[in-house]
């Protein structure tokens, strides 16, 4: 089975600043990685996906992420973050394994960005 | 595309009643998914359908909870004898084929308050 942690539950950026937030997946067959970002009373929608060739996924509103399999790692980063990007971001997780293809949801990132 | 739609948005019931919620997705996805997401976390698997067949049903589903989807259209979540435990935001999404790659398509979420 696969499974999804997100190392920060809440970071803190001021406007204009570089963001990362972090994320590490467990599984022991092929996945295929995603994003998902959920603003204030929005339903969740895709930022990115990674699903095999170049380990740099751009996605979205500037947000990229890069795939690492060896420390199984899939990172999202902005070089830039405006007040806009306050949200609350998942990273997700979905393969060959999960009884059906069903995605696997991380506990969620809070990202706050500061004036 | 009109999105996927979730009604009722909000729900307040007493501990003991039956709710029943819907969704609507978008409308040639043949794959529906539902979700259930608490404070602080992302979203729990809870069951999906590929068109009209129910195909697997998380261990978190007890068997107060039932879902169908009759015409392989519209689904329903029906909970029975509510507790306090349930109350969460149930999140219900749909996707294209149900492939491992595909993006999921969010509804905004039925958030149940249980009394």
């Known amino acids: 089975a696969q499974s999804v942690t997100q190392l920060d539950s809440q970071v803190p950026v001021f406007e204009e600043a570089p963001v990362e937030l972090r994320c590490n997946y467990s599984?022991?067959?092929?996945?295929?990685l995603f994003w998902y970002v959920q603003y204030p009373n929005q339903g969740l929608q895709l930022l990115l996906k990674?699903?095999?060739?170049?380990?740099l996924v751009k996605g979205i509103n500037g947000f990229e992420a890069e795939f690492n399999k060896s420390q199984t790692s899939f990172h999202l980063r902005k070089p830039s973050v405006h007040i806009s990007d306050t949200a609350e971001y998942f990273c997700?997780?979905?393969?060959?394994?999960?009884?059906?293809?069903?995605?696997?949801f991380g506990a969620g990132t809070r990202l706050f960005v500061k004036a | 595309d009109t999105g996927v739609s979730q009604n009722p948005r909000h729900k307040i019931t007493k501990r003991g009643q039956n709710v029943t919620f819907r969704c609507d997705p978008i409308?040639?996805?043949?794959?529906l998914y539902w979700y259930r997401q608490t404070l602080g976390q992302g979203p729990e698997f809870l069951t999906y359908?590929?068109?009209?067949?129910?195909?697997?049903k998380s261990r978190l589903l007890s068997d107060r909870f039932s879902a169908e989807r009759p015409k392989g259209s519209f689904s329903t979540l029906e909970i029975q004898r509510t507790e306090q435990g349930d109350s969460a935001m149930y999140l219900c999404?749909?996707?294209?084929?149900?492939?491992?790659?595909?993006?999921?398509?969010f509804g905004s979420g039925t958030q149940l308050s249980v009394l």
């Open positions: 409308s040639e996805h043949n794959r």
């Open positions: 997700a997780v979905s393969g060959l394994n999960t009884g059906g293809f069903k995605t696997i």
């Open positions: 359908f590929q068109n009209e067949a129910q195909l697997e």
């Open positions: 990674y699903l095999s060739g170049s380990t």
């Open positions: 999404a749909s996707s294209l084929t149900g492939t491992a790659d595909e993006k999921l398509f």
């Open positions: 599984s022991s067959v092929s996945v295929y």
